[in-house]
């Protein structure tokens, strides 16, 4: 089984992210039931905008929607901006709207039997508008969220000190993160054995 984590910082590599040091806790639980675990920095890359599965001209998009269809479990995680998920998840969601119109060779829609949740870190409040935000996406896209597939830090309105400086929080963070992991890949293998038909 793989997992794929897109991380939707705003902030560009080698520089540390918050979300991804969250991220990969409920990553560390997904190996530890033997997952294979893969992540991209989407902002890294060049998307190009749109609801189309090529853009063409240097188009990165393409080879991150590979790695989503060759894997059971994808990971969104995005840091909270003015209570929003950042403008690279955005990105990313509008990219993967392509995917609604795809199927595969049994007529189902390419997300089907696939599961999905949401890390989010920000030092102000909205995560759980940030987790409704993109699980409804998902969801749309067709992707299976099961219950409990969240894991979010923040410490309440207002500006302060973010994941990686702050040690408050944390606990019930990671253990969140790993029930997450543990309810992705419950019902990742109970798709496997029962998979979605296409919709009549």
């Known amino acids: 089984m793989k997992a794929l984590v897109i991380n939707c910082t705003l902030k560009k ?14 990553a560390r639980r997904l190996a530890e039931r033997d997952v294979e675990v893969g992540s991209v920095r989407a902002v890294d890359l060049q998307l190009a905008p749109g609801v189309v599965t090529d853009a063409g001209d240097g188009d990165e998009w393409p080879r991150v929607q590979a790695r989503i269809l060759d894997s059971e479990i994808l990971i ?18 509008e990219r993967m709207n392509a995917m609604m119109s795809e199927t595969d ?16 870190t920000g030092n102000e409040d909205g995560a ?12 749309d896209i067709g992707f299976t969220i099961p219950g409990q597939a969240w894991t ?10 973010d994941y990686l400086e702050e040690q408050r929080g944390r606990d019930w963070a990671h253990r969140t993160g790993q029930a997450m992991a543990d309810n992705l890949h419950g019902v990742a293998r109970a798709l496997s054995v029962s998979p979605l038909r296409a919709p009549v």
């Open 13 to 26: 590599s080698p520089e540390p992210s918050n979300t991804e040091a969250l991220a990969s806790v409920v």
């Open 76 to 93: 969104i995680a995005s840091p909270t901006w003015l209570g929003r998920p950042s403008s690279v998840a955005q990105r990313v969601l």
């Open 105 to 120: 060779d049994e007529e189902r829609p390419v997300a089907y039997n696939r599961v999905a949740g949401v890390v989010v």
């Open 128 to 139: 759980h508008h940030v987790i409704s935000e993109i699980s409804g996406a998902l969801a």
């Open 152 to 161: 979010y830090w923040h410490l309440g309105p207002g500006p302060g000190p």
